[in-house]
């Protein structure tokens, strides 16, 4: 267990603080910012959110730099960003700012490529995370954090900046799937049951 694991663990333990104050209305009061209006609860969310998120760049650079890439990491790291990003649609789709079809479209990718690297590491693979998907999942994170903030500062200027984010997440959602499927299709024998 080294630095950059360890940091990955912690982003997969704030998931459920996240939650807690996405979804819980506390009594702390709400902030006016334009047209929008937050609890201080989504703000706070959203400040971990992005924290959290933040942590996928560091253990990376944490792993590489130091030389401490390890299977448990290759595994651990993108874990970590699925569990992050389906708690947030989750949460989004309870709270009426995200329709359930694209959070379904998302956590079924997330699923089938959690899916694919698992018969990759009975086949003795390991799948790491392609820059299509690294690239997936930094667009989420945007239109994650814009729905918390619900589309907050462009709503003052009536810019759908939240809708736009979500359909070029959902976009490249369903590309990197396809990508790691097809460069992985030997992997999987799909003739066989």
């Given at each position: 267990m080294n630095l950059a694991n360890k940091i990955t663990l912690a982003r997969i333990f704030l998931v459920p603080v996240v939650m807690i104050f996405l979804l819980f209305q506390f009594d702390i009061g709400e902030i006016q910012m334009g047209a929008v209006k937050l609890t201080t609860g989504e703000l706070i969310a959203t400040f971990i959110f992005v924290l959290a998120a933040l942590t996928d760049g560091?253990?990376?650079?944490?792993?590489?730099?130091?030389?401490?890439?390890?299977?448990?990491?290759?595994?651990?790291?993108?874990?970590?960003?699925?569990?992050?990003?389906?708690?947030?649609?989750?949460?989004?789709?309870?709270?009426?700012?995200?329709?359930?079809?694209?959070?379904?479209?998302?956590?079924?990718?997330?699923?089938?490529?959690?899916?694919?690297?698992?018969?990759?590491?009975?086949?003795?693979?390991?799948?790491?995370?392609?820059?299509?998907?690294?690239?997936?999942?930094?667009?989420?994170?945007?239109?994650?954090?814009?729905?918390?903030?619900?589309?907050?500062?462009?709503?003052?200027?009536?810019?759908?900046?939240?809708m736009i984010a979500t359909w070029l997440a959902v976009i490249i959602t369903i590309l990197s799937g396809l990508d790691y499927f097809y460069k992985n299709r030997k992997i999987v024998t799909f003739g066989n049951s």
């Open positions: 560091v253990d990376g650079y944490i792993a590489r730099r130091k030389k401490m890439v390890t299977n448990l990491g290759k595994f651990l790291d993108p874990l970590a960003d699925k569990l992050l990003v389906t708690a947030a649609l989750i949460s989004l789709v309870e709270m009426q700012r995200l329709e359930a079809w694209i959070a379904i479209v998302i956590i079924s990718r997330e699923f089938a490529v959690t899916g694919l690297r698992t018969i990759a590491v009975a086949e003795g693979h390991v799948i790491a995370a392609s820059p299509l998907g690294k690239l997936k999942t930094f667009i989420q994170i945007i239109a994650i954090v814009s729905l918390m903030l619900n589309n907050f500062p462009f709503s003052s200027i009536q810019f759908p900046f939240s």
